[in-house]
């Protein structure tokens, strides 16, 4: 299965999960170095990550998998444990996140780090599945696990500390939280706020946390 999902097989993976429902939820490992099994849904997230197929050709293999009987909360709600929705957040699988939550996915499960989709779009800068988590109700002040940490402060920590995502968008994440009603003054373990990881530089930042 994993092959015909890295060489986008529409037709085999739809064959395959004709013949046997039972794939749609059997655990596929990364490659044949990483064998760790993680849920479809989850592997056709790394591959758009890597760059293997598009977002919207990830779409398209999900879809089949959801027609067949994939829970699209994967192998359940496991603490600290990434969904196919976290997975996708994090993962910058945008168009296979808003997938998922139409499809009813658990918006608030703690995922790696204890932290939910939300934190992960914020942290990542995916603006478009950070909007619509929250107009779908997700938990805008929850606290991740390990960090203590809200999704405002993952947005401005991913923008100072993560990959190369647009500026741009982190500030669109900032701007969607807040007007949601996300608190800048909550601290993280360390008792930093969000505003104290910024420098000078960070003009537009500092005026809508200040």
Request: aromatic letters at 6%; one cysteine or more.
């Amino acid at each position: 299965m994993k092959t015909l999902i890295d060489t986008k097989d529409y037709q085999g993976i739809e064959q395959a999960l004709s013949n046997n429902p039972s794939l749609a939820n059997e655990g596929l490992p990364y490659d044949s170095v990483n064998t760790t099994r993680a849920h479809p849904l989850h592997r056709i997230c790394d591959g758009v990550f890597s760059g293997t197929y598009t977002d919207a050709e990830a779409v398209k293999m999900a879809r089949i998998f959801l027609a067949h009987g994939a829970n699209v909360n994967g192998n359940g709600l496991v603490e600290k444990q990434d969904t196919p929705l976290t997975a996708a957040a994090s993962l910058h699988a945008d168009q296979v996140a808003l997938l998922y939550i139409e499809n009813g996915a658990d918006l608030n499960h703690a995922g790696c780090h204890g932290g939910t989709a939300l934190h992960w779009a914020a942290w990542c800068g995916r603006d478009k599945v950070v909007e619509k988590l929250v107009d779908q109700g997700a938990e805008i002040n929850k606290i991740c696990i390990d960090f203590k940490a809200t999704p405002l402060f993952w947005a401005v920590h991913g923008l100072k500390n993560g990959g190369a995502t647009s500026s741009s968008n982190y500030l669109e994440c900032v701007r969607i939280l807040l007007q949601a009603g996300a608190d800048k003054t909550i601290p993280n373990c360390d008792g930093n706020i969000a505003f104290e990881l910024l420098d000078d530089g960070d003009v537009e930042l500092k005026a809508l946390l200040s």
